[in-house]
């Protein structure tokens, strides 16, 4: 082992937390991190758990042997999703983000040698890995207490690992996650924290928790965004499909949104009833349900599910922006199936995977086999929001491995329902067409939307920051901002629309309008439509509504295209909701009015702020229609 780390090139605070003498594995295959996750080969229930100060022994989480995989539980109801808060910055660089010090009123150095100091005292796993694509990524290494296996296998199925006899000699990481979940008791009363130190040599992560989400997934996706912050590029937060009709038209959709915006929910099959029928949408006044037959829905190739890499190198000349998949693996979320049928397809692939799994809070014995229907129970009745599957991605069928070029850039937004008596911003119909200038807007505010299952946080309206992906982002907003829309203006010919879940006005919709949209827009070929075929939204912020939509011979009713239709809506609740939507928009993008912002989206912004019309966005950025 004392040859292997002697090929890497490590700080000096590591090298002497490994010079204290403590084992340290360096796994060589995967096989090997699943049995370290479930406690050795004898073990079939393993309690990860620490000694703390004043505490005494704590179970952070368990995990059990299942025929399908390992199981992970934590104890602690608030660790089985991620804190939007659990950020801070170390360092002294650029950034608009809490930093360490003005929340504590000291510096992070003492913390940061305790953790070191820690870390010397208990067996280690020392895994290198790749943030991003292979070819186009920076060598990274995570540093673990031994005993949180499921947690280092968690990170090698999201980005890949490198085996302890591949590492290159002079191996340098220029990212370091530190895992030290004891300092969530001792120094954060409870909470998850994540910790970034942006040094002139390393980027250093001390991860204070074992969830994966704020570390293993988007702490790397904070990593990536850095560089590309640095370097003039973007890592957007969406979801990438290759769609192919019954009569082989191809186009490729890359979805954005903020979490539980439908971003794995894209590249999923449709999903149907019992019968077979597609439940279409359902009143949540009178109950009524609309069904849509569809014979033979469109065939697709996943590309990218949550971290599509946006690299230079990529590029082409086509005027379409191209996209690689940034994760060797997926965080696929499955609170939307909740019994035996609803996606046979992910159902599939859990239940009988060609190798064992990751599974985070679901119901299971030692033994059995993991359903990713029954999930851990928050309380008597109420099933945790946020179960998770971590799946590789060489386990996923018809996998696209190469960049693709993307025909339509969507963007998901969880609606709640809307009506006369309580109207809200649930006033989105089941997709409109964007102009760019209004794609960059709606790109900025990232709403996070409504009953949101995958963070702690999900009152009411709020944003989920540039991008969508800035709960992950270091630096500023600004620059993030103007990032985004250098990228929309360099490459005009990807098109843009907006798209709803969960509610249509008083409309019960699930992911529906997703699918809807990508089966309509495969078989027409693109979002390019003639004038007569788009109507101006009544909310310019929603670009155009589209006068009818017919897949597969049937038409969608137009009270699901325009919400001021329902008559339990109308023309009332819909302004009501408008000015709600509208408010929102003003209140989160004028943060962004600094001197740093490009001089274009200072127009768009305050063509917003004084609420421009539709054809005030097509001036600044045209959009063929």
């Not at 049995?35 to 004043?54: L, Q």
């Not at 850095?226 to 769609?243: C, L, P, Q």
């Not at 009709?245 to 949104?257: A, C, F, L, S």
């Not at 997703?514 to 693109?526: D, K, T, V």
Request: charged share 20%; aromatic share 8%; with cysteine.
């Amino acid at each position: 082992m004392d040859n292997v780390i002697g090929r890497m090139v490590l700080p000096e605070e590591l090298r002497a937390v490994l010079a204290k003498g403590k084992d340290v594995i360096i796994p060589e295959t995967r096989g090997e991190l699943l049995e370290i996750a479930m406690g050795g080969s004898n073990c079939d229930y393993f309690e990860v758990s620490y000694d703390i100060p004043g505490k005494g022994r704590v179970v952070e989480a368990t995990v059990a042997r299942c025929k399908n995989g390992a199981v992970v539980n934590y104890d602690d109801i608030y660790m089985r999703r991620r804190d939007p808060e659990c950020m801070l910055i170390a360092d002294k660089g650029d950034t608009d983000k809490s930093r360490y010090s003005e929340k504590y009123g000291t510096d992070f150095s003492p913390l940061r040698e305790l953790t070191f100091d820690w870390l010397a005292t208990t067996d280690l796993i020392l895994m290198p890995f790749t943030a991003g694509i292979k070819e186009m990524g920076s060598p990274a290494l995570l540093v673990a207490p031994a005993n949180a296996g499921f947690f280092a296998g968690g990170l090698a199925d999201l980005q890949g690992f490198i085996p302890a006899s591949e590492i290159p000699e002079g191996f340098s990481p220029t990212a370091i996650i530190y895992l030290a979940p004891t300092f969530r008791h001792t120094h954060f009363n409870g909470k998850q924290m994540v910790v970034h130190n942006r040094l002139d040599s390393v980027y250093e992560m001390f991860a204070y928790n074992l969830y994966p989400g704020p570390s293993a997934k988007k702490g790397v996706y904070g990593v990536l965004l850095d560089i590309g912050e640095k370097e003039g590029w973007v890592t957007a937060h969406g979801s990438t499909v290759m769609v192919t009709t019954p009569y082989d038209n191809v186009i490729t959709i890359m979805h954005e949104g903020a979490s539980g915006g439908g971003k794995s929910e894209m590249i999923e099959k449709i999903h149907r009833e019992m019968d077979g029928r597609i439940l279409l949408s359902q009143n949540t006044l009178t109950n009524e349900k609309m069904y849509l037959d569809l014979i033979e829905p469109c065939e697709l190739k996943p590309v990218t599910d949550d971290m599509a890499l946006c690299h230079p190198a990529m590029q082409n000349s086509s005027g379409k922006l191209v996209v690689g998949d940034a994760e060797d693996g997926w965080f696929l979320r499955t609170n939307h199936i909740t019994k035996y049928g609803t996606d046979p397809y992910l159902e599939e692939l859990c239940v009988h995977p060609q190798e064992p799994l990751i599974f985070i809070n679901y119901e299971t014995v030692p033994g059995s086999t993991c359903l990713i229907w029954e999930h851990t129970m928050d309380a008597p009745g109420k099933p945790c929001p946020n179960p998770r599957v971590i799946m590789p991605r060489r386990l996923v069928p018809n996998i696209v491995d190469q960049p693709v070029e993307v025909d339509i850039r969507s963007f998901g937004v969880r609606t709640p329902p809307c009506s006369m008596e309580h109207p809200t911003y649930g006033i989105i119909g089941l997709f409109h067409i964007l102009p760019p200038a209004l794609a960059w807007l709606w790109r900025l505010v990232a709403p996070r939307g409504h009953d949101n299952p995958s963070i702690t946080d999900t009152e009411g309206m709020s944003s989920e920051g540039v991008g969508s992906y800035w709960p992950f982002a270091t630096g500023r907003m600004v620059d993030q901002a103007n990032l985004l829309l250098k990228q929309i203006v360099d490459y005009p010919n990807t098109r843009y629309i907006l798209v709803p879940n969960q509610y249509i006005g008083i409309y019960k919709v699930g992911f529906m309008p997703q699918w809807i949209a990508r089966e309509y827009l495969a078989r027409r070929g693109s979002a390019k439509f003639q004038p007569h075929q788009l109507e101006v939204s009544r909310n310019p912020l929603l670009g155009y509504s589209l006068t009818s939509v017919k897949v597969d011979g049937v038409y969608i009713p137009k009270e699901l295209l325009e919400v001021n239709r329902q008559v339990e809506v109308g023309d009332q609740g819909y302004d009501a909701g408008s000015i709600i939507l509208s408010n929102f928009f003003k209140k989160e993008l004028d943060k962004f009015l600094t001197p740093e912002l490009d001089r274009l989206g200072r127009i768009i912004i305050e063509t917003c702020l004084n609420d421009g019309a539709l054809e005030e966005y097509l001036e600044l950025i045209p959009m063929k229609i």
